[in-house]
């Protein structure tokens, strides 16, 4: 089956460094997700990209879709306690079958 | 409260067991989804219903089994428990099939003793 990888699985920063965080799939997507759950939540939708070499943006959140529509990554600018947190991509492929998660990056922010 | 309400929200029950977890989906979604989320392998997808049909399974066991009645709730069955199914399980929403995010409920945490 489809096949996501998700890398780095931790990452620790201080607070106004940036984080960035890397999704690859085995297989070409119709689109692909990302999540993000905090600590002791649930999982929340962020964003979707569907086109090649999408480019979206929320506040300090940057999403991009590669050109191959094969992978993905999420950049946060200057990181806040508040984007502590692990963040999923999930990809869905050909004939939008049901979302492939990857096995996230946990974002340690310090103060 | 994403609309999607999952019960009960903590179980504890013994090996051999069986239980039965429930979801209400966000209203207007007519797609459930069940996915387990361990520390180890991340959120695993069971499987999906949409508009009282299944329309895919992933990694589920023959000891599972779920179900979508006609008002749209779903619930997961879990049955001949093992301590290995220990785990949080999410239920989520979605309008349609496929193209659109999921709205998760909140989870149910089931611990095997």
């Known amino acids: 089956g489809q096949q996501v990888m998700q890398i780095p699985q931790y990452q620790h920063v201080q607070e106004g460094e940036d984080f960035t965080t890397y999704c690859n799939s085995s297989t070409t997507l119709s689109n692909i997700q990302w999540y993000k759950q905090r600590p002791g939540g649930h999982p929340v939708f962020l964003i979707q990209?569907?086109?090649?070499?999408e480019v979206k943006k929320q506040k300090r959140l940057t999403f991009q879709f590669g050109e191959a529509k094969k992978n993905s990554s999420l950049h946060i600018t200057a990181t806040q306690t508040t984007d502590v947190g692990t963040y999923f991509c999930a990809a869905q492929g050909a004939g939008y079958s049901t979302l492939t998660f990857g096995k996230g990056t946990m974002l340690l922010v310090s103060p | 409260d994403s609309g999607v309400t999952q019960t009960p929200k903590h179980l504890i029950t013994a090996t051999g067991q069986r239980v039965t977890l429930r979801c209400s989906p966000r209203?207007?979604?007519?797609?459930v989804y069940w996915y387990q989320q361990s520390l180890d392998q991340g959120l695993q997808f069971l499987i999906h219903y949409y508009n009282g049909e299944e329309r895919a399974k992933g990694n589920i066991l023959e000891r599972f089994s779920a179900q979508q009645f006609p008002d749209l709730h779903s619930e997961l069955n879990l049955s001949s428990l093992e301590l290995g199914d220990s785990a949080l399980y999410f239920c989520?929403?979605?309008?349609?099939?496929?193209?659109?995010?999921?709205?998760f409920g909140s989870g149910t945490r089931l611990t095997v003793v």
């Open positions: 989520a929403s979605s309008v349609m099939t496929g193209g659109y995010g999921y709205t």
């Open positions: 209203s207007g979604d007519l797609s």
């Open positions: 990209l569907v086109k090649s070499g």
